[in-house]
């Protein structure tokens, strides 16, 4: 056994085949791997891994399991997985996950790859688990896979508390004991028990107040638009290939866009938090429906046309398009007067929140502070947005606008 | 001056005419009044005091006035009242006001008759500043008195950080920091500036959950109608009059409970926890509407019916009807694009959390554990609830039942 | 069971014997027991009470005997001693403690008297537990009894969390996950085992400095040394008796204190913060030896003596002349080297913390403001203090003179 | 002014010459210096950066100017310095800073060089402050000097807090707060007020409670004697030079390592957490005097000849030895009835702290896990320690050994 201190859950003990996953290369690359990526541009103190997260994770999972009363390899399965459930990430998180599914197929959480060899796979099947259905577990499949990944899974349990305590923005400090408190396995499915729909409300909420402050922040959103961009000048100067890219650390991803000649503009920007500035920030009505979650060719053609109407170089404009909000329904269950019923008939809140996504939703086109202006008349006109919706209010003294405000507009 | 330490916001300098106040017999009569009453009953740790939070109170309005600007006499005011804008409150804080303004004509916030003469006065006059004027800002008037008390002011984001932090229920745990940088005083008006349509969610909704889970509790209402109806008999049996009552603090109310023969029984309830449990617990759409938020003498006349069509003593049978939310749009106004606007035309989340109050809502009727039966039977025949929706499910993990679970369903 | 929401250890799951005892009179009504009595004088939000902390203790009694393996009757019986462990508590904590004693011949940890008869027996017997037995691990007795109540008691590692968490004093954070895990049963002797002489040093540095900053704070001696004469005289007017007043709460102390004539002032000064002053802090060098833990007949000469030079009336004197630090070595034992040895031996700061206490030590005369100059000067002389070392030096800008400083010198 | 939310002081307000300072590279690239270099081998949580605790002792700076009414240019200057304080960081910190010492002639906080030219001299000039004289002052020059660089400096004051935070260690939790409001500039010289001898010991108590567990745990200094050890190795293989190390991050350092074939196996170790185990780990009596704070060349003699006598590659043994602890008088000052006097003199524990340091005082030997024990029989033999104490007794349940102790006895 080890005991672990970590800055959120305090002690943590790992055993089994869990201690015995933690030495291996895979486990230990995500002490370099941050959990925010850009984030950290806006928030400074947010310099936490994946590592820490995913020992977190194995915690509440734990925790989790012991209530439930899940024993034996299927509660050992579970442990794998959930210590296991982020070694599919890239450098710097979700920041290239986009790019690199483009390019391997292969979303972080799709990891049977990643199982099948090495002392991963050595460790799992040294305690009798199979690692596909680890794999499986990770993808979210069966009713524990629910608890791995799905709407109440442990994983947001504890991100949203470990990334509160280290951006120091108090929204995500949920009550993950109370929560874990009120799993229920009913018929083969994960619910809330009884008079705790406001419990899972709570959940809802908290990531909903998290997400515009601090995991879609606009400087957060410009950085991230811009590393992508870099990584994949990087992939096309050959000076580093997909599959390998997708095992690298932040470490390496930074040092390797430093030295490639394509990419090292960017490099020095993204050292120096000399960013890209916002041309064009448009609320969902303002935007023409073709440009909402346009794929990359689209919008790298919408980047050539608005370089080419504003007269600047190709790599001065950045289109950033994020994907319309889901309307999909919540799939939480929640036990109401001895029924499972959906979360969403039974809350209010939850329904609103849904529809709330489209309010903080935002169009972007960035450019250098040189640029700026010139880009942002040019993106109005070639793309068709309302100009009144696309006008940056700035307010100096707004925090969103934090260090995000430093050089001129932000 | 003086430095207080506090749990909350740490240090806090006490200077000037608050220093005075402070010393006051009003003011530290504050240190008796517990801040949430009842609620002790159901979060052990939250014996925390109106006394302290008003020194919180003040250290938020002083640090509201910096940032806004605001000096001289007209700030020194501002401060006064945020020191004293609890001292109207009885003992146990809001668990019988309602009784208190029947009997008074006064509510917790009026409060120039107790500015008007004694070492309050004094401190008041000493410093220049008019005893009317601190109590207008108190009842909330004028722009400052929004700050002190109004739907962004002062008094609700102390209070929630620090009923969290003395709860441990962490839905409380608001940016008050981000608040106070984000108000703006314009024309005359208390804003929130630009970018801060999420700042303002942000403490709507730790309310709106902080309410079920802490506020409306069902053991604290419980309690709260039970400490109600013993005032009201302790005032019937002439034991201390209703002025005298007002002035009393919770160690006065609760040894005059202990002392009267005909609140021996409740005193006796409170102090050991043995509690009236809910034989009734119906949701909005289940209750008549005549029920809903009816008044003193009709709530009486219930009880007495239901108590004699179930044979039980008419001190065995408390309804606790809580008044229709309100509806009324939040007046509450933020910068948009430069405009000012209703906070409830631009949150879909906003408009959401009033509507959400019905889901919270419920009508209850409490009795003795060895007569709860019955006498849940006699009230829904009686006053016409919908069997259905008054079912008292109990899950027995269930937190929210926490200390209420003890001696059967709560 | 029951799950508790606690504000230091969150949920605390109450199962047993322990839930049948949460229920009973005598436990219930630790919730009125503040469990730093007259502190709260100096930090006003330290109100937190012996029931929070008993609950706590349960707790970590529970943590601890997981670890160590206890299991079984005796686990339940050292669980049971945990959460009764301050009943025997006198209002307002240890303030009246040695009143008591040598008007009843019992200390708070003295409890076989209690635990014989009434609801705590029989739920005790009702779970097979000899309420004797449990009265012994109370008292310290036996292994399992230096887990309840010696130098590194469960008892210590609560309330020194407990208490800074409550008057934000952050010196009594302590590791107690970590002192938990530390402790070994060897050869039936609770001790420390290997690498953990630190984790030892760090619980009595902790208690080192929580002493005179809170529980030794001038301000809290003071009101306490008022409370206690005040109680004397409550019993000297037949007021109550000193069986009663040992089972009263610290409402039911209060109001019989202003209700009684000859306490009434006292109560006054208590309720108003009118708290006597300083008239000598002397150290401990300073002092006659005959001065030094004075016993209480001595201690009333004094104050008689003192008072006629000073031509005051006898109320207006109150000596306070606490016993010598005790210069006993910890008992503690740790494994070092695969041998267990005296903490003291093996740790240069433990022996300097014992002769360190007399640094902090102080020799206390206190009078009302209006005398205290007159007072100081009579008493000096009277009991041949060392003036050099009876002055009171105050910086208006300390904090550990906190709301002391309000009238004038403290 | 910029506003920046802090994990650990919440909002910090940037303005003037601070907000230039932190837009240059210098300051940036502080983003990627982590605090505590190799402790998050341990402490896994610990990923906090240069660049946030530089900001933290700005804003303690700017506090404590303000408590001690300095203003003008004599306090921005101050300011600048705190936040420029560790921009003479080489990489991981304190990890390689002895080395580049060695090569460079410069410890962190010699910057004269650093602030003549560049972006960081325009931002100063621009705003009239001389470099030099912010240079003067974070090397600890003159009163104010004391503020940034000291005994009671804030650099300490926020560190403390900060490690604790992100570490989960509780022992830094400091009351800066506190120590802030207790600094008093006495004729040119910064002493604590009147009052606060203890205010001076927790600080002190807290590093000395720090020390062994964070900053000089046992699996910190073998990865940091690794990572020394290969840095060497990188600038023997002419791989980089000594000024060009000094100004790389941590990404830059690591990378390298990586890529040079005489450093790629310990990029490898510290990557995957491979660490060398302790071979002989000696307390301060068992070491004979010659090797005690050893210098470099005679450490690399040491390391031939017990590898020679152990037949095992040079490479596979690091010798580690401290310097004795300092016997020095702390130089703190502190207000005792009305004298400015030395700490020590005062405070029988700071005396104490001062011996203990040689309680905790370590020597080790270190070597891969395979030849540990060839190599510890070695050591100990071709360098007369006294095999006793020499000898690593491991508990498997300490939580010092953490992480440690994953591969055997770490």
């Known amino acids: 056994m080890a005991t672990i201190k970590d800055s959120v859950h305090d002690h943590i003990e790992v055993t089994g085949v869990a201690r015995a996953l933690l030495d291996t290369p895979a486990v230990q690359r995500l002490r370099r791997i941050t959990q925010l990526g850009t984030a950290v541009l806006v928030y400074p103190s947010a310099n936490h891994t994946r590592f820490e997260h995913s020992i977190g994770v194995y915690h509440l999972a734990d925790r989790a399991l012991a209530h439930l009363g899940v024993e034996g390899q299927r509660a050992k399965r579970v442990r794998a997985a959930a210590l ?132 879609a922040h606009h400087v957060a959103r410009i950085a991230k638009a811009m590393l992508r961009r870099a990584s994949e000048r990087l992939l096309a100067a050959d000076a580093v290939d997909a599959h390998t890219l997708r095992r690298m650390d932040d470490y390496g991803l930074r040092t390797a866009l430093r030295e490639c000649d394509t990419t090292r503009e960017y490099a020095r920007r993204l050292d120096t938090r000399r960013l890209y500035k916002r041309a064009v920030w448009a609320e969902f009505d303002t935007v023409p429906d073709r440009l909402r979650g346009a794929d990359h060719d689209r919008i790298r053609t919408l980047e050539r046309e608005v370089a080419e109407a504003a007269d600047v170089e190709e790599t001065e404009v950045i289109v950033d398009s994020p994907p319309e909000p889901s309307m999909t329904e919540t799939t939480s269950r929640v036990l109401v007067n001895g029924e499972i019923r959906q979360l969403g008939e039974q809350s209010t809140l939850v329904g609103a929140l849904r529809r709330a996504q489209r309010d903080h939703w935002r169009f972007g086109v960035y450019a250098p502070a040189a640029t700026r202006d010139r880009v942002g008349d040019a993106a109005v006109r070639e793309l068709g947005i309302d100009q009144q919706g696309a006008i940056v209010q700035e307010d100096s003294q707004g925090i969103n606008a934090t260090l995000g405000a430093f050089t001129d507009r932000a």
Chains 1, 2, 3, 4 share one sequence.
């Open 84 to 215: 296991l459930h982020d070694i599919g990430h890239p450098p710097y998180s979700h920041n290239i996950e986009e790019l690199l599914h483009r390019e391997t197929g292969k979303y972080h959480d799709e990891v049977h790859g990643l199982l099948e060899t090495g002392p991963v796979a050595t460790a799992l099947t040294d305690h009798d688990l199979e690692p596909d259905r680890v794999a499986d577990l990770i993808a979210g499949e069966g009713p524990l896979g629910a608890l791995v990944s799905g709407e109440l899974d442990v994983d947001r349990m504890d991100y949203l508390v470990r990334d509160a305590h280290h951006t120091g923005v108090p929204y995500g400090t949920i009550d993950h004991g109370r929560l874990i408190r009120a799993l229920r396995l009913i018929d083969g499915e994960l619910v809330l028990g009884e008079g705790n729909v406001q419990t899972a409300e709570s959940l809802l909420v908290s990531r909903a107040l998290m997400n515009p402050t601090v995991y």
